[in-house]
Structures are given as C-alpha cells and as structure tokens.
C-alpha cells in the first residue's frame, strides 16, 4: 500500500488580468507522505501561497489533478457538498493571521469546528481542553483573543486546526507576525503535533531557517519548483 498522502500532477493556476491571463503556477508536481513535514520556501510572489490553495482544494487549479490518500482518491471530482465534507474531516488550517473568533475564548474558538462537525458539547469541550494543554494553554483558556499574545493566538489557532484529527496541516506563513520565541514555540509545537499524531505538514514560509527544520524543503520561482 502506497505512503504518500497527496500526490498532485500538473497543476497550473491562472488569473484573469483584464484581457490577460496571469499563470501563476505552471506546472507543478507534488507529493507528500504521510508523516513528512515539508517546507515550500521562495520570494513574495513566487507562488506559493496560491499552490498551497490550490492543494488544500480553497481555490481549484485552472489545470492539473489531486489524488489523496492510500486509494488515491481523485478529490477535484468531488462535488462541491464532497469537497467541503472532505476539506473538513481530512485537512486543517493555519494562516499568518489567526482568523480567531474575537467574541468567543480561547476554548471556544478550539471547540468550534467540533460542534460544527456533530460532535456533543462534552466532547467537543474535554478535546479541546486536552489541546490547549498540549499547546501550553490550559492557563488561558477563558481568555478572549484579544487577551492573548500573538505567539498565544496561533497556538490556539493551531489546536483548533487539529481538533478533527486532519490528515494534513496547511501553514500559510503561520509564524509571519511572530518574534523569534514564539516562532521558535510554534515551530516546536508542529513538531510535537506531527510525533504525537501522524500529521503532515506542509508549510509555506519565507524564513530559511525555519523551512530548513521541516524534512524536505521545497525552493519555488516563477510558479514552479527550482533545484
């Protein structure tokens, strides 16, 4: 049985600019195993965030395929109801900016995909607290987001992203905002979240330093990989 969780094959995205079109991504090929951690590194408009979408099915390419999984299910034939339902039980998400819900707290915000998912509110409260735990949280849990650090805010961003047991954690520049510290207490976090549970990573980033703590680091220009 294969180990690789995500395999894309020519993927190409473009964009309407007026009457031209702007390829973004040209071409790429990718795969992920279950378990790796991987860094997509590059400048500010090499496209990485736009693959990152694409991958994580939030935008579909203008051309290419997406196969997840040990059957290698073909996900962009999936319907849009199929989609969503995928995205939701086997991805999670992290972006720069926490996206946190300022009028819920901190375990609030954790619980949040639980409940919508259809777990009861006992559930979906004793996981969350046992993530905030994990992400060294237990302290703040009634504190509001706006009470919270920033380095404090991603980790609750993080635990939420991970409440329904993804398969595959996306990371959009989830440390951009971040001091040195508290990058290097998310990063570790990652780290400890893909031991303890399984969980690829796929991380787009600007720091070297920090892609270079992933297992494989992959450079990008132009809309494609580079050697």
Known sequence: MSNILLRAEGIRKAFKKGKEQIEVIRGVNFQIQAGEMVAITGASGAGKSTLLHVLGTLEAPSQGRIFFGPQAQDILSLNEKGLANFRNRMLGFVFQFHYLLPEFNALENVMMPALIAGY???????????LLKFVGLEH??????AELSGGEQQRVAIARSVILRPKLLLADELTGNLDSANTAMVVDLLTRLNQATGVSVLMVTHDSELAKKMHRVLPMRDGVFVS
Do not use: N
Request: hydrophobic share 30%.
């Open 120 to 130: 009861g509110s006992d559930v979906a409260m004793q996981q969350a607290r046992e």
């Open 140 to 145: 703040r849990l009634t504190h509001r987001p």
